[in-house]
């Protein structure tokens, strides 16, 4: 009898280990889609979240916010959207209740040292400027252009990017003498463009909106992560690469 008690008693302490073994927010890793201002910030959020809930893994897609808005759309697994406008998340199916956790603002990057003189958005009118914008259709674009609309100032890029780094990049590699992007990606860049704030800038500041989807793998894991990047430590990563508190 006391043989079957014990055999009984391993059972039990195999099928909890088993039960513990299949913690879906433990065993798979937490993809995120988020936008590409957020890639710094969110690189450091999700070593941080690793290390304070050990076992869990985040996993990260940055991009453009259209051009995530329709990989979800079209399928590609992901638990968590972040993105850089209420628009871009509005339009994806398998988005909950999002919430907004951070705001952006834009400035103008111009190439080290500030060659050109540029003090306003007027100034990248200059014939002899070269100039990079985003795209229309992604968040820092749609900003541009409502900001654009404020001042009165119409612009001819000699590119338009399909997300914020690559129209930061083209300033970095000196392709062009100025981009407006958002303060966050200049302060990342530092080292290699120096930022010119404008005062229209204050009309076109984007909310970012986080969700866990509906068609999430892990959304156990997915909701301590946005949990995480909602906390004092996460927002304390976010404010500090310059994003606005909501």
Do not use: H, W
Request: with cysteine; aromatic share 6%; proline share 5%.
């Amino acid at each position: 009898m006391r043989t079957i008690r014990l055999a009984a008693a391993g059972l039990v302490a195999l099928l909890a280990l088993t039960a513990c073994g299949d913690d879906t927010s433990a065993s798979e890793p937490v993809t995120v889609f988020a936008a590409a201002s957020l890639t710094e910030s969110f690189t450091t959020i999700g070593k941080n979240f690793e290390t304070a809930n050990p076992g869990m893994k985040v996993t990260f897609n940055f991009a453009g916010s259209s051009a995530l808005a329709t990989q979800i759309n079209e399928g590609a697994p992901a638990d968590v959207f972040a993105s850089a406008s209420p628009k871009n998340m509005a339009v994806v199916t398998e988005a909950g209740t999002p919430t907004t956790f951070v705001k952006n603002q834009l400035v103008i990057a111009v190439t080290k040292g500030n060659p050109k003189g540029i003090a306003a958005l007027a100034d990248l009118t200059k014939p002899d400027l070269k100039l990079a914008l985003c795209a229309e259709a992604v968040p820092c674009g749609a900003a541009a252009k409502t900001a654009l609309g404020a001042s009165g100032v119409k612009l001819t890029p000699v590119t338009l990017e399909q997300d914020v780094k690559a129209a930061l990049s083209k300033v970095k590699l000196g392709e062009v003498d100025a981009a407006v992007v958002y303060r966050t990606d200049a302060k990342a860049s530092a080292t290699d463009v120096d930022a010119v704030e404008f005062p229209e800038s204050a009309k076109a500041i984007n909310d970012y909106p986080i969700v866990v989807l509906k068609n999430a793998a892990n959304p156990t894991g997915a909701q301590s992560f946005i949990d995480y990047v909602l906390s004092a430590d996460g927002i304390k990563v976010l404010t500090e690469a310059g994003f606005q508190a909501p």
